[in-house]
């Protein structure tokens, strides 16, 4: 029998609560999705700058609409007091994970990704997609074709991996399909922005070392040489 997901009435539109795969799908228009990622987490209760136009959360990069009473700031309940049901088999889950897999024990921790027929967290820093049913097996990003802007993989529907065997043997396999993924930058957008932003951090910080190296030999070679001619002639 299929889950049946409860509803959240966001500014008077029932949206469907999806924690499996983090998102909130309104129930007229189950294409308008709202990621989980745009909800702002706060101790006791969720919040998101809301369009009402738009019915989703409010896309900051964009210009302020013209009329900016359409975007309003609402309180949403916590992820627990949207699903109870759904929050705690997903608890359940996590803790079933052994214990050097600590970190994926969150629920908001890191994104979930379903690739083919198998639920996978995406673990950006680690640069690789974990099964949620079996932490021990997880595909690299170095088997996972970036092409700007969208992902691919040679999935094998056996080993729930990536197909790591020759071109004769992927095109004679019946299990190993070509499975296209969202945009790295969209697998976790949150988590990308921090490692960009951190990236420039480095940068920056190497760009202002190597200058301050650069001043500092500039003015060790311009230095006057010291002589040891004792008529003060140089030498």
């Known amino acids: 029998m299929q889950q049946q997901h409860p509803r959240q009435i966001i500014d008077g539109t029932a949206f469907i609560v999806d924690l499996r795969n983090r998102e909130l799908r309104q129930s007229s228009q189950p294409s308008n999705i709202i ?48 699903d109870p049901v759904g929050f705690q088999e997903c608890t359940s889950t996590l803790k079933q994970l052994p214990e050097k897999n600590q970190r994926y024990k969150s629920l908001t921790a890191l994104p979930i990704l379903p690739i083919h027929d198998t639920l996978f967290y995406v673990h950006l820093t680690g640069l690789r997609f974990i099964q949620v049913s079996n932490p021990s097996n997880a595909i690299s990003f170095n088997d996972v074709q970036d092409n700007n802007n969208h992902c691919l993989v040679l999935y094998d529907t056996a080993t729930k991996n990536a197909f790591k065997g020759t071109w004769g043997d992927f095109t004679s396999s019946p299990t190993v399909r070509p499975i296209r993924l969202p945009a790295r930058d969209q697998l976790d957008h949150r988590t990308y922005l921090l490692l960009e932003r951190r990236s420039h951090i480095l940068d920056t910080a190497v760009e202002k070392s190597a200058d301050l190296l650069r001043k500092i030999q500039k003015k060790t070679t311009t230095r006057p040489r010291k002589t040891n001619n004792q008529n003060g002639n140089g030498i």
């Open 35 to 82: 990621p989980f990622d745009r909800l702002i987490p706060h101790s006791n209760h969720l919040g998101i700058f809301h369009d009402r136009v738009t019915k989703n959360a409010f896309d900051a990069s964009t210009p302020i609409p013209a009329t900016p009473d359409r975007i309003v700031y609402l309180k949403l309940p916590s992820y627990k007091q949207m």
